[in-house]
């Protein structure tokens, strides 16, 4: 398994937002350390839940070991969330589709409207039903396209070209959320276990976020199981059997509601430029936070809050 990228986690209930990470792979040693700028990005929000905009260079510190490191920028930066949402409209999906395409429905209502949304099917082959869009008639317009059809559905082909999709997007300034609906049924797709390693790679390295939900009869054989509980982990997803496909209509709603607080902590964030202090150790303990109080703050090197 390619290991998940390691992120910052919020201490709770800190005063000052404190936040602490043993790194798990050296950022760099002692004056070399001095001589790079490091990025780190902070979430905060008030105690009312909206966005700080007005952060001060001077209200910021980010620790190596305990010492101060020094501040070089703290700029504004909208890191959006946008949705990819693959269909399952193949042979063994067919008796839950409906269900998915209501589930969908309370899902996309779910989602804010600077929230750009793409929906494709997977069976036969990966195919677009709409591209990204904020439109919201487009997208209801999109769910009735989709029907089922006889072909056997192509999951980890899916997975694979949207990867594709995501590392051939140089200017990427959003972070990817890519949701399957899928079944346990038969897999057609043709991508190797090295394609696979790699796709798994390719996702890290674009911040994304897999959500794998299967309408399941007991195929744990399935590789869509395997693949979907692998890059949930990988990614800090989700993988979620369900055995009645009713459950799309009343679950599916409740993921987008997630993904709509997700996008409300990410969209404004700031991205702190700093150098760490001389002598920096090779696995530093890194702490940062802000003097200001009444504040609350999530750091990731990424800027991809859960």
């Known amino acids: 398994m390619i290991p998940a990228v390691p992120r910052l ?17 050296p950022w760099s040693t002692g004056q070399a350390a001095r001589a790079q700028n490091r ?17 001060q260079p001077d209200e910021v510190f980010v620790r190596w070991d305990g ?21 399952d409209n193949g042979g063994s999906a067919a008796s839950a589709l409906q269900h998915m395409r209501e589930g969908l429905k309370g899902f996309v209502d779910a989602m804010p409207e600077d ?8 069976g036969g082959q990966p195919r677009w039903i709409t591209r990204h869009t904020f439109d919201r008639a487009e ?35 959003y972070l990817p959320i890519v949701v399957m609906l899928a079944s346990d049924g038969p897999e057609g797709s043709t991508v190797t276990q090295g394609r696979y390693a790699g796709m798994a790679q390719q996702m890290i390295e674009a911040s994304a976020t897999l959500h794998t939900w299967l309408f399941t009869r007991g195929n744990v054989d399935a590789p869509q199981v395997q693949v979907g ?4 982990d990988l990614t800090r997803g989700s993988y979620r059997p369900l055995a009645v496909s009713s459950a799309f209509v009343t679950l ?14 990410v969209r404004r964030q700031y991205r702190v430029t700093h150098v760490p202090p001389d002598g920096a150790s090779d696995q530093p303990v890194i702490s940062f936070g802000s003097t200001r109080q009444g504040i609350d703050i999530i750091g990731t090197i990424d800027g991809n809050v859960p």
Do not use: N
């Open 115 to 122: 929230v750009e949304v793409a929906l494709l099917t997977v």
């Open 67 to 87: 010492v101060d490191g020094e501040i070089l920028d703290l700029d504004p930066i909208a890191l959006p969330v946008r949705v990819t949402v693959f269909i």
């Open 139 to 173: 997208l209801t317009r999109g769910l009735g396209l989709v029907v089922p059809v006889g072909a056997v559905a192509r999951y980890l082909d899916a997975w694979a070209e949207e990867a594709d999709r995501l590392t051939d997007d140089e200017e990427r300034e």
């Open 39 to 55: 990025v780190l990005f902070l979430s905060v929000i008030d105690a009312t839940g909206e966005a700080v905009t007005d952060l």
């Open 229 to 232: 509980t692998e890059m949930a």
């Open 9 to 25: 986690r919020r201490a709770a209930g800190a005063v000052l937002a404190l936040v602490l990470m043993v790194c798990g792979v």
């Open 252 to 265: 599916l709603p409740e993921l987008g509601r997630d993904i709509a607080r997700k996008h409300g902590r």
